[in-house]
C-alpha cells in the first residue's frame, strides 16, 4: 500500500463542526478511500468518531480491505479537563483494546499520546510511551507517536526518546502551519534530528478558523485572529462576486493549497465531515 500524502482527519466526526450522522460519515469514507486517501486519524476523545469510522470502515470492507488503509487514533485524553487525562501504563493497554473494538480491528498502524503539553514530562516518557513499545513488540500497534500543539514540547520528548534509543515513529502537530502560523518548518529539521520517521501536519485550516465559515465558538483564536481571518474572507467573496462568481476560489482552498505546500511534512491531515468537503 502506498501511503498518501493527504490523510482524513476524523474528528470532525464527533460533531464539533456540525452534523455528522453515520450515513454521511460512511459517504465521506468511501470517497475519501475512493480518491486515493489510505489514513484515517481518529481518537477517543472525540466522542463518537471512533464508532463512527469504525462502523464506516467496516461497512466498506468488501470494497476496501483492512490491508488498503491505516487507522491512526490516540490515547490519555478522555474529555476537556486535566482530570480527564490518564497516562497510566494500565490504561494505556485497556484504551488500546477499547480502541479496536471500537474501529472492529485487530491491530491499530499508529497510536498517538493525546495532547502531551497537558501531561507531566515523566508521565509520558517513562510510563505511557513504554507501555505503547511494548504493544508494538506484541503486534497489537505498528507504529507509536506523540501529538500535540507546543512544538517546544514535542521536540523535547522526540528528543529524550531519540537518547534513550527508542526513537519515535510519529509526531503530529496541529495548527502550525497554516496562513497564520509557519512555525512547524522551523521544527521539522529538529524533529529529524531526534530520530522522527513520520511528521503530521494537521488542521491546515487551523480548526475551522480558515474555512470561511461561521469560527466555532469554542475556538481559541484572538479575537484580533479572528477579525483578520473574517477581513481576510471579506476580501475573498469581494474578488469573487467581482469576476461575476465565475471563479472557484474560497478561503478554504487558499488556506489548504498554502499548508499542502510543506512538501518537509509526510502527511497532511484534513476534516471533512461529508464527501462534499
Given at each position: ?17 456540525g452534523p455528522a450522522p453515520q450515513e454521511a460519515v460512511e459517504d465521506t469514507v468511501r470517497t475519501a478511500l475512493s480518491r486515493g ?241
Amino acid at each position: 500500500m502506498i501511503q498518501s500524502k493527504i490523510g482524513l482527519g476524523c474528528g470532525v466526526f464527533s460533531g464539533a463542526y456540525g452534523p455528522a450522522p453515520q450515513e454521511a460519515v460512511e459517504d465521506t469514507v468511501r470517497t475519501a478511500l475512493s480518491r486515493g486517501i489510505t489514513l484515517f486519524d481518529t481518537s477517543p476523545y472525540y466522542n463518537d468518531s471512533e464508532i463512527k469510522l469504525g462502523a464506516a470502515l467496516l461497512a466498506l470492507r468488501t470494497e476496501f480491505p483492512r490491508s488498503t488503509y491505516k487507522i491512526c487514533t490516540k490515547l490519555g485524553r478522555y474529555g476537556l479537563h486535566k482530570a480527564n487525562f490518564d497516562y497510566s501504563a494500565e490504561r494505556v493497554v485497556a484504551s488500546v483494546h477499547k480502541s479496536m473494538q471500537r474501529l472492529h480491528v485487530d491491530y491499530l498502524d499508529i497510536v498517538l499520546c493525546h495532547d502531551v503539553e497537558f501531561v507531566d514530562f515523566d508521565q509520558v516518557v517513562d510510563v505511557a510511551l513504554p507501555k505503547l513499545f511494548e504493544l508494538k513488540q506484541q503486534g497489537l500497534v505498528r507504529q507509536v507517536g506523540i501529538s500535540g500543539y507546543p512544538l517546544d514540547v514535542l521536540l523535547r520528548i522526540a528528543q529524550t526518546q531519540n537518547q534513550r534509543g527508542c526513537p519515535l515513529d510519529v509526531c503530529l502537530s496541529y495548527c502550525n502551519f497554516n496562513l497564520h502560523c509557519q512555525l512547524l518548518s522551523t521544527y521539522i529539521p529538529l524533529l529529524r534530528d531526534a530520530g522522527v520517521k513520520t511528521i503530521i501536519s494537521a488542521s491546515p485550516l487551523s480548526m475551522g478558523l480558515l474555512s470561511q465559515d461561521t469560527t466555532p465558538e469554542w475556538h481559541p483564536a484572538s479575537p484580533e485572529l479572528k477579525a483578520a481571518v473574517s477581513q481576510c474572507a471579506e476580501l475573498v467573496n469581494t474578488y469573487t462576486e467581482q469576476n461575476g462568481g465565475n471563479v472557484e476560489i474560497s478561503l478554504a482552498k487558499i488556506a489548504e493549497s498554502f499548508a499542502f505546500s510543506l512538501a518537509e511534512a509526510d502527511i497532511h491531515l484534513v476534516g471533512a465531515k461529508n464527501s462534499n468537503e
